[in-house]
């Protein structure tokens, strides 16, 4: 059984940086796609990045391509390092899992996923 667990979310002042990590037990992650969403109060969950494991293609959402940063280590885990926050990034992080490698369309899709964790945390302060 896969399993996801999200971790670093915290209270940040605008400008500031953080780097969130997502943890995948259960099985190597070849072949695998990876992805990040966010959800604000009273706001769908969107998309945010997302990443190949194998070659490491990724892609963003135009609201954070200068500013946030994926990438992924042997040891199955995904990061996510967000520079420059503002308070519009204020959300819960979900880290998502996909056992295939996803064409660049279908990995902004949050329906491609189909293992999710529980989500972190982020707060920005103004």
């Known amino acids: 059984q896969v399993k996801l667990v999200e971790s670093g979310g915290k209270l940040v002042q605008a400008g500031e940086t953080l780097k969130l990590s997502c943890i995948v037990s259960?099985?190597?992650?070849?072949?695998?796609?990876m992805g990040w969403f966010r959800q604000s109060p009273a706001k769908e969950r969107e998309f945010v990045a997302a990443i190949r494991w194998s070659g490491g293609f990724t892609i963003y959402a135009d609201s954070v391509r200068d500013r946030f940063a994926m990438s992924r280590d042997p040891d199955n885990t995904v990061y996510l390092l967000m520079n420059n926050l503002k308070p519009e990034d204020t959300a819960v992080y979900y880290c998502?899992?996909?056992?295939?490698?996803?064409?660049?369309?279908?990995?902004?899709?949050?329906?491609?996923?189909?293992?999710w964790g529980q989500g972190t945390q982020v707060t920005v302060s103004s």
């Open positions: 259960g099985r190597t992650l070849g072949g695998y796609t």
């Open positions: 998502a899992a996909r056992g295939l490698h996803l064409t660049a369309q279908a990995m902004g899709a949050l329906t491609s996923y189909d293992m």
